[in-house]
């Protein structure tokens, strides 16, 4: 278990470098992205100005104020709360982000899929866990929202955020087929089944 500090964007050299129950912090850029932004991008055929080649994405549709455009807020938008939803809807976007974008980390919560992980392991990916309910001290870890294109979606838009110390993070599936959702699991069958065992249950 290694703890890495990531200034994006990162090669697939240092992707591949993390294993499962490793920790990671991000400082510079973080896109956030959620379920209607993927759908215009990968089912509609809408593409996005911001280059995601080597940048992490996570899961959210954040609460934000409109404001005056000034130097704190460069893109019109003031940061409010910025949570993490969960990531198992949005699965079938994870191959697409990494072949067509480029994008080596997904930060969500509750875990991904088979399809994920094999697609970590082609591509040189990682899915990086957040605690749910964390969304006040994520949103500490916001300095600005830099930037938002796909804006009509808001407030599922593609948003550039501009993080300072953004974790610890925990790597929760990486490029080697581990995943602690598979251990959880494999955990809990094989106490179901002893459990079944010692009462007699075949």
Same mark, same amino acid.
């Given at each position: 278990? @290694?703890?890495? #500090?990531?200034?994006?964007?990162?090669?697939?050299?240092?992707?591949?470098?993390?294993?499962?129950?490793?920790? !990671?912090?991000?400082? %510079?850029?973080?896109?956030?992205? +959620?379920?209607a932004?993927?759908?215009?991008?990968?089912?509609?055929?809408?593409?996005?100005?911001?280059?995601?080649?080597?940048?992490? !994405?996570?899961? /959210?549709?954040?609460? !934000?104020?409109?404001?005056?455009?000034?130097?704190?807020?460069?893109?019109?938008?003031?940061?409010?709360?910025? =949570?993490?939803?969960?990531?198992?809807?949005?699965?079938?976007?994870?191959?697409?982000?990494?072949?067509?974008?480029?994008?080596?980390?997904?930060?969500?919560?509750?875990?991904?899929?088979?399809?994920?992980? @094999?697609?970590?392991?082609?591509?040189?990916?990682?899915?990086?866990a957040?605690?749910? %309910?964390?969304?006040?001290?994520?949103? /500490?870890?916001?300095?600005?929202i830099?930037?938002? $294109?796909? $804006? #009509?979606?808001?407030?599922?838009?593609?948003?550039?955020?501009?993080?300072? %110390?953004? %974790?610890?993070?925990?790597?929760a599936?990486?490029?080697? =087929?581990?995943?602690?959702?598979? +251990? !959880?699991?494999?955990?809990a069958?094989?106490?179901?089944a002893? @459990?079944?065992?010692?009462?007699?249950?075949?």
């Amino acid at each position: 278990m @290694a703890h890495y #500090d990531f200034t994006m964007p990162v090669s697939e050299a240092r992707t591949r470098a993390l294993r499962v129950e490793d920790t !990671v912090t991000l400082n %510079g850029t973080l896109y956030g992205i +959620r379920d209607a932004t993927q759908i215009h991008m990968f089912d509609r055929g809408r593409k996005t100005r911001f280059d995601l080649s080597g940048h992490a !994405v996570i899961h /959210t549709a954040p609460n !934000v104020r409109k404001v005056e455009k000034s130097a704190q807020h460069p893109a019109g938008y003031a940061p409010l709360c910025i =949570g993490t939803t969960t990531s198992d809807r949005m699965e079938r976007f994870s191959r697409p982000l990494m072949q067509q974008y480029g994008v080596r980390m997904i930060i969500g919560k509750g875990g991904l899929r088979e399809n994920s992980l @094999a697609t970590f392991g082609e591509l040189g990916g990682v899915y990086v866990a957040i605690i749910g %309910g964390a969304a006040a001290l994520e949103t /500490t870890w916001v300095e600005a929202i830099e930037d938002v $294109d796909l $804006d #009509d979606l808001y407030p599922e838009s593609l948003w550039k955020f501009r993080v300072r %110390g953004f %974790g610890p993070l925990l790597v929760a599936m990486d490029s080697f =087929g581990g995943s602690l959702y598979s +251990r !959880v699991r494999n955990a809990a069958e094989a106490k179901r089944a002893e @459990a079944l065992r010692r009462l007699g249950v075949g």
